[in-house]
């Protein structure tokens, strides 16, 4: 019975986001929708973090870099990307039929120039088409780049344990963070570089149309993807991957030596876990509409890990549920309150609570505060059982031992 | 028919040569004790066997497949399983899960569903079939080490090695562990066990192997190597404790009266004197 509790619980749940943005009509709609939105997102990054780290035992601090990856993968596909109907003679272009690909040359920051294809398009007809890839296809290389990068990695760091693997991943989160910032022509650097929203002509759902800047479409796009994330990763922890990921986060030679692939599985945890970041950033930074170098500091790398911490690391649903809980909590807390005569300045305090709450989860909670109560539903009974069966099989075993002497 | 060959391996780590042309041959289901005093390379030659060390030169056939240049998780799917010296149990998984894991790696598409009746099975052997729901780490030293050989069982290779599987295991679960030997060994596979305690491992084995500073010095049935003068030789020149225990077994002379073990025969006085027969304390 108490085994469905959980199901039960998260299959209201899910119904209830769902229905959310229809139901929720307070004056700070917007404000809440965009909550959601940027807490799908950490709720991603967070679960997919847990797999990798809480399941699989590779404490990478890379993660955010992937993320990365995924939104100036798309990012650079929608800036630099363009079909025409004829060629420009000017930018770097590529005859596909009858249509022609041309690559733009870097924006770099300054307004004043125009591209090449702006300055051909002056001296065209008006019937020569200029229209862009739809942008699914940036988000679709901007994951896919994150599953290459995600499978070097992983290559790369398969000898380290605990503390290398954690400074091999801070280098390269570090060095990518570099090298955005210093690569200014191309991803124009601390400027940001733009990018249209997830459906820039507007859409229709249900009857309904929303406008390009309307929080439902990226509320249901990244509750989708987050759905499809989390019911992925559960599917993944039950099967074998799951079981062969935590037996190689147990003991690495064991796993190897009961016949365990152990290279492929940590290659592999990479790799899909890479997949997911680099997919939430992409739709985060369409939705968002500009990115900078600073989505991979290592300050948002700690507010996922810290997510997961206090959520519970070894448990996708955990993680998820503690990233949603402390985005809520972070923004919430903003309001400051007045004690007497002293005024306490939440927008800055709240970072301490937080930093509090992080230090004794990790001192007196090390399964987090979500993944405990998961676990009282899942594991219910197990301890009545062992002594229940030990009840039972112990006088056995002892008048087995009897009868054989 | 299960053939393990071992052709001239040697292994040097740096300037130390731990293993120097050792060589032999297994032919079925034999049951091989592998002693030397410590630093002789015993789990250095496990290693090699098992795939976790290269060796420096030399080749090893399992089944007449080489395999020397395998990396240890094929070296398992061939079929040679081992235990490890020090327990290593995954113990944030529970106990039916550190089963399941060699179960599913042998075989693709299956689901732990498939090998629920197979590992209640092994636990039940192993007397820890009450425990399958905890964590492995709630396990006490012993039912860890109970568990690492449920492991092996439900891996199910033609060969095993156990490296130091009675080290600090109390008389009832060694009478545990040997119905355990005797039940792989009844099944066709091969056994080496590696041990420190002579009296087990000349009770036990029917062939035993003695390494000394990498060398195989002997190797053939325990009456006649523990009256070997080289293998005599190569443990008095020691000052070892251990080592006088040897000398001690193989010169026939007992601890005390109610310890006799008589090559096999020592067994079922064993389980007297554990007290296994008696109370069962449950």
């Known amino acids: 019975m108490r085994k469905w509790v959980p199901r039960l619980a998260a299959l209201v749940a899910v119904g209830l986001l769902f229905a959310f943005p229809a139901i929720y009509n307070r004056s700070d709609y917007n404000f809440v929708m965009h909550l959601w939105i940027t807490a799908f997102f950490y709720a991603i990054l967070a679960s997919s973090w847990a797999l990798l780290a809480g399941y699989a035992g590779q404490f990478s601090f890379g993660h955010m870099a992937f993320m990365a990856i995924g939104a100036y993968g798309t990012g650079m596909f929608s800036n630099y990307l ?32 125009k591209n090449c294809l702006e300055i051909a398009s002056n001296s065209w007809p008006a019937d020569v088409l200029v229209w862009q890839p739809s942008i699914w296809w940036g988000i679709l290389i901007g994951v896919l780049l994150g599953a290459v990068i995600g499978f070097l990695v992983g290559a790369l760091v398969l000898r380290l344990r605990a503390a290398y693997l954690a400074l091999f991943t801070i280098g390269f989160s570090e060095i990518l963070r570099a090298t955005i910032s210093a690569e200014i022509p191309l991803t124009r650097g601390q400027a940001g570089l733009e990018l249209p929203p997830l459906f820039p002509h507007g859409i229709t759902l249900l009857g309904r149309t929303f406008s390009a800047t309307s929080k439902v479409p990226p509320y249901y796009v990244m509750l989708v ?6 019911a992925f990763m559960a599917w993944l922890e039950s099967s074998r991957f799951g079981l062969f990921i935590r037996s190689l986060r147990e003991d690495e030679e064991a796993a190897a030596a009961l016949g365990v692939n152990t290279v492929r599985y940590k290659i592999l945890v990479f790799v899909i876990t890479s997949m997911m970041a680099a997919a939430a950033g992409a739709v985060e930074a369409h939705y968002i509409g500009i990115i900078t170098p600073n989505i991979l500091i290592i300050l948002q790398m700690s507010l996922v890990i810290a997510m997961a911490v206090i959520g519970g690391l070894e448990s996708i649903v955990g993680a998820a549920v503690g990233a949603m809980i402390i985005q809520f909590a972070l923004e919430f807390l903003r309001n400051s309150f007045t004690i007497g005569s002293v005024t306490v300045d939440m927008s800055i305090w709240r970072l301490v609570f937080f930093g509090l709450l992080l230090m004794l989860t990790l001192r007196f909670w090390r399964n987090g505060l979500i993944h405990p109560i998961l676990l009282w539903f899942s594991r219910a009974r197990t301890k009545e059982e062992t002594v229940a069966t030990r009840q039972i099989t112990e006088p056995a075993a002892a008048s087995e031992v009897q009868e054989e002497s | 028919m299960i053939t393990l060959r071992v052709n001239e391996v040697n292994k040097n780590f740096g300037g130390l040569q731990v293993l120097n042309g050792v060589s032999f041959e297994v032919k079925g289901s034999e049951l091989i004790g592998l002693i030397g005093p410590n630093g002789a390379g015993k789990t250095t030659l496990t290693n090699i066997l098992d795939g976790a060390l290269k060796p420096s030169s030399g080749t090893v056939y399992l089944n007449g497949k080489r395999i020397d240049p395998f990396p240890p998780y094929k070296v398992a799917q061939v079929g040679l399983g081992r235990t490890f010296q020090v327990t290593r149990s995954f113990r944030r998984m529970t106990v039916l899960e550190n089963l399941y894991v060699p179960a599913l790696a042998m075989n693709h598409g299956a689901s732990r569903k498939q090998f629920e009746k197979q590992a209640l099975e092994v636990l039940d052997f192993l007397t820890i079939a ?8 709630a396990l006490s030293g012993g039912q860890q080490k109970l568990l690492e050989l449920g492991r092996l069982l439900m891996l199910d290779p033609d060969f095993i090695i156990l490296d130091e599987p009675f080290a600090g295991v109390h008389p009832k679960l060694m009478e545990i562990i040997y119905q355990w030997i005797e039940r792989v060994n009844g099944e066709g596979k091969a056994v080496i066990i590696i041990s420190h305690d002579m009296d087990t491992i000349f009770s036990l084995s029917r062939r035993l192997l003695v390494l000394n500073y990498g060398v195989l010095i002997a190797d053939g049935d325990p009456a006649k190597v523990r009256k070997d003068p080289v293998v005599i030789e190569a443990y008095l020149g020691h000052d070892n404790q251990e080592l006088r225990e040897v000398s001690r077994v193989a010169a026939g002379s007992p601890k005390t009266a109610s310890d006799i073990p008589e090559n096999g ?15 069962g304390d449950a």
């Open chain 1, 225 to 230: 993807l987050f759905l499809v994330c989390v």
């Open chain 2, 130 to 137: 009450h425990l399958r729901n905890e964590y492995a780490r």
């Open chain 1, 82 to 113: 363009f079909f025409t109907s004829a060629p420009t003679n000017l930018c770097t272009e590529f005859r596909l039929g009858s249509r022609y690909l041309v690559l733009l040359d870097p924006i770099g920051v300054s307004s004043t120039k």
């Open chain 2, 265 to 279: 025969e020592g067994r079922t006085s064993r389980v007297d004197s554990s007290g296994l027969t008696g109370e």
